[in-house]
C-alpha cells in the first residue's frame, strides 16, 4: 500500500480521490493493527506520510503517525545495542559453483550445441551433394 501511495504521490498513476482515501486507509489500519514495518522507504520518507495523512480522517492520521513513531523509536533502541553482528559468509564447500561460473557453463554448453548443429548441418549438405554426384 505504501508503494501504490508513494507513485500516486510522485504523479506515475492518477487513481480518483475515492481509490487514493481507500489505499491510505487501509495502509493505516494495517500499520495501527499490525504495527508498521519500517524501511527507509516508508517510515523515513517525511513526504509520504505527509500524502498518507492528507488522505485521512484525523483520528486514523494519528494512530498511523504514532505508530510509525513508536516503530522509529523501537529502531532507535535496536541499533543502540551493542553486540553481536550478523554478517554474510559464504561457505565454498555447500556452493562449489558461484553464480559467475554457472553462466560461463551455460554459455560453453549453448556454443557446444550449436558447433554440433552447424557440423550436423555441414553433414547433410555434404550427403545431399554426394547422392547428387553419383547418380
Known amino acids: 500500500t505504501a ?4 507513485t500516486v504521490r510522485k504523479g506515475y498513476w492518477e487513481p480518483s480521490t475515492e481509490i487514493q482515501q481507500r489505499i ?3 495502509h493505516a489500519e494495517l500499520v495501527r493493527d499490525f504495527e508498521a514495518g519500517c524501511s527507509g522507504f516508508v517510515c523515513d520518507n517525511s513526504l509520504l506520510r505527509d500524502f498518507i ?3 485521512l480522517e484525523v483520528s486514523l492520521s494519528e494512530d498511523l503517525n504514532q505508530a510509525v513513531a513508536q ?4 529502531q532507535e533502541q535496536t ?4 553486540g553481536m553482528e550478523l554478517s554474510k559468509t559464504e561457505d565454498r564447500e555447500t556452493s562449489p559453483v558461484s553464480s559467475d561460473d554457472s ?3 551455460d554459455e560453453s554448453n549453448n556454443l557446444i550445441w550449436l558447433l554440433v548443429i552447424i557440423i550436423i548441418f555441414f ?3 555434404g550427403f545431399t551433394r554426394f547422392r547428387k554426384g553419383s547418380q
Not at 508503494?3 to 508513494?6: G, Y
Open 103 to 105: 553462466t560461463t557453463n
Open 53 to 55: 495523512s492528507s488522505k
Open 3 to 6: 508503494v501504490m501511495l508513494e
Open 24 to 26: 491510505a486507509k487501509l
Open 123 to 125: 553433414i547433410y549438405v
Open 71 to 74: 516503530a522509529l523509536n523501537a
Open 79 to 82: 541499533e543502540a545495542i551493542e
